[in-house]
Antibody, heavy 119, light 106 residues
Framework: QVQLRESGPGLLKPSQTLSLTCNVSGGSISSSGYYWSWIRQHPGRGLEWIGYIYHSGSTFYNPSLKSRAIIAVDLSKNQASLRLSSVTVADTAVYYCAEGTLVSAFETWGQGTMVIVSS | SYALTQPPSMSVAPGQTARISCGGNNIGSKSVHWYQQRPGQAPVLVVS???DRPSGIPERFSGANSGNTATLTISSVEAGDEADYFC?????????FGGGTKLTVL
């Protein structure tokens, strides 16, 4: 049973770069057919997909983030990562990593990590 | 751009049936997935590909999808089913979520 755990700084100032890590345990991030997504949830709001990566390095992003997001994998550490540049208070949210096959359901989610952007 | 519409809230008495809708243009041509999110917890997949139940999800949870509406049905509702429910599809390589429905068990 794959388990995901997100980690990263909980507090940022506007204009800084957010960096989060998703640690994968109980399975390999190189598993064939599985894609690793980042999804966020603004306080009291719905879910917003940020993007996904395959272990080959291929990525796809939500166009609404206007190229601020970069998702990467570190096969040696069995981790995925998210970098979000030029953050604003609107980026305050709980950030989740999730696993699933391409254009299918998100089968496994991490517990999420809260990120607050405040001056 | 494609959009999914869910009722913001609904309430049901214990033992009754809850039907949560997810509307979208010709959504019947897409695969719809449903997630349950209890307060303070991460979402959990309860129905995939319109009507498949992942391992460990009770048979009380079922799904259907046709035309412009997908529906998550929860039969014999229990207090523990009180949660937010989100539908999700893929459109042009992007994952889209409905706004969520807060289910209250009376």
């Amino acid at each position: 049973q794959v388990q995901l755990r997100e980690s990263g700084p909980g507090l940022l100032k506007p204009s800084q770069t957010l960096s989060l890590t998703c640690n994968v345990s109980g399975g390999s991030i190189s598993s064939s057919g599985y894609y690793w997504s980042w999804i966020r949830q603004h306080p009291g709001r719905g879910l917003e997909w940020i993007g996904y990566i395959y272990h080959s390095g291929s990525t796809f992003y939500n166009p609404s983030l206007k190229s601020r997001a970069i998702i990467a994998v570190d096969l040696s550490k069995n981790q995925a990562s998210l970098r979000l540049s030029s953050v604003t208070v609107a980026d305050t949210a709980v950030y989740y990593c999730a696993e699933g096959t391409l254009v299918s359901a998100f089968e496994t989610w991490g517990q999420g990590t809260m990120v607050i952007v405040s001056s | 751009s494609y959009a999914l519409t869910q009722p913001p809230s609904m309430s049901v008495a214990p033992g009754q049936t809850a039907r949560i809708s997810c509307g979208g243009n010709n959504i019947g041509s897409k695969s719809v997935h449903w997630y349950q999110q209890r307060p303070g917890q991460a979402p959990v997949l309860v129905v995939s590909d319109d009507s498949d139940r992942p391992s460990g999800i009770p048979e009380r949870f079922s799904g259907a999808n046709s035309g412009n509406t997908a529906t998550l049905t929860i039969s014999s509702v229990e207090a523990g089913d009180e949660a937010d429910y989100f539908c999700q599809v893929w459109d042009s390589h992007s994952a889209l979520f409905g706004g969520g429905t807060k289910l209250t068990v009376l």
